[in-house]
């Protein structure tokens, strides 16, 4: 097995963002805080449901990942692609006792 870690070429973050639309999300409430007749609630973590891949973008400066033919990645296949021609690879153990040399 070989993993892809993302790395921005823009800003060189590590954090990839998956960006979705028509999709459903449920947060539950914990608790209602009011002051002033503001009102806060404390959110435990939501659910999501359903959901089109719009775009994989950087989560820091929203560099939006884009084919070779300069159309934005918006599926895991080309999302695969990019990875395989920008990501850096981390080697799993498993991978480096199987083959014992990469070249």
């Known amino acids: 097995m070989v993993t892809y870690n993302f790395i921005c070429p823009d800003c060189n973050n590590n954090v990839l ?16 805080h009011i002051k002033d007749d503001q009102v806060e609630p ?3 973590e939501g659910e999501t449901d359903g959901g089109i891949v719009e775009r994989y973008q950087c989560d820091h400066c929203g560099f939006v990942l884009k ?3 300069d159309q934005t990645v918006d599926s895991l296949d080309d999302l695969k692609n990019w990875l395989e021609e920008h990501g850096v690879v981390q080697l799993d153990n498993d991978y480096l006792s199987d083959n014992e040399s990469l070249n």
Do not use: G
């Open 17 to 32: 963002a998956e960006i979705l639309t028509d999709v459903v999300m449920t947060s539950i409430i914990v608790d209602i």
């Open 42 to 44: 404390d959110y435990q």
């Open 67 to 69: 084919t070779e033919s």
